[in-house]
């Protein structure tokens, strides 16, 4: 394909995460991890606590963890809905 990206209405951010992707950069904002502040964590404990109950020193508590981990960087409760399952 000879046509640029916003030739395609497409917009210079995306052209340039093609561009990078092309050329096999990766953007330092997708190597960087979100923090998650002790608040966030609290959130996210009780609604996988709501979701897989209180796994926490049981068998299943890595899935538990995971749990934590995912809705705290912005999964959100349907991940907390998914691991559940």
């Not at 992707?21 to 991890?33: A, C, E, I, R």
């Not at 609290?42 to 979701?51: D, F, I, Q």
């Not at 020193?57 to 912005?74: K, L, M, P, Q, R």
């Amino acid at each position: 394909v000879d046509s640029k990206w916003q030739e395609l209405g497409g917009s210079e951010q995306a052209a340039s995460y093609f561009q990078a992707v092309d050329t096999h950069q990766t953007p330092n904002f997708l190597l960087q991890s979100q923090g998650c502040s002790d608040a966030d964590k609290g959130r996210a404990k009780e609604m996988c606590s709501k979701h897989l109950g209180d796994a926490e020193g049981t068998e299943n508590a890595h899935f538990f963890e995971d749990c934590i981990y995912d809705v705290c960087h912005g999964a959100g409760e349907t991940q907390a809905e998914l691991a559940a399952e």
